[in-house]
């Protein structure tokens, strides 16, 4: 149900694309759909999401202001853009939906709820 691609390693102070393709039923309206990511030795996180009816997002305040989140609905992806990427941002970033799209706030820092994933990538940020 869910595809994430665009890992890799980037430089501090870089930028990455990550993507999520998402079967085409949880672009109904009714789904929020984000990214969560796991560091080394540490928990999953959640770090973004959006609504995919209204758009509303959500992003944890460690990524806000050099993060966005998109959909296009067209393709039923949803990206998230990294800016000014820092060592702490690397781990493996999954990405997640759950219904209903309210879901999308500041719960989704703790993860619970989500009722698909799909397998996780990489992202690396060397210095």
């Known amino acids: 149900q869910l595809q994430a691609s665009g890992g890799g390693l980037v430089q501090v102070g870089g930028s990455l694309r990550l993507s999520c393709a998402a079967s085409?039923?949880?672009?109904?309206?009714?789904?929020?759909i984000g990214w969560f990511r796991q560091a080394p030795g540490k928990e999953r996180e959640g770090i973004s999401c959006?609504?995919?009816?209204?758009?509303?997002?959500y992003y944890r305040d460690s990524v806000k202001g050099r993060s966005t989140i998109s959909t296009d609905n067209a393709k039923f992806t949803v990206s998230l853009e990294m800016n000014n990427l820092k060592p702490e941002d690397t781990g493996v970033y999954y990405c997640a939906a759950a219904w209903p799209r309210t879901q999308c706030g500041s719960s989704w820092t703790v993860g619970a709820g989500m009722d698909y994933w799909g397998k996780g990538t990489l992202v690396t940020v060397s210095s």
């Open positions: 959006i609504s995919i009816s209204d758009g509303d997002t």
């Open positions: 085409t039923f949880l672009f109904d309206g009714t789904y929020a």
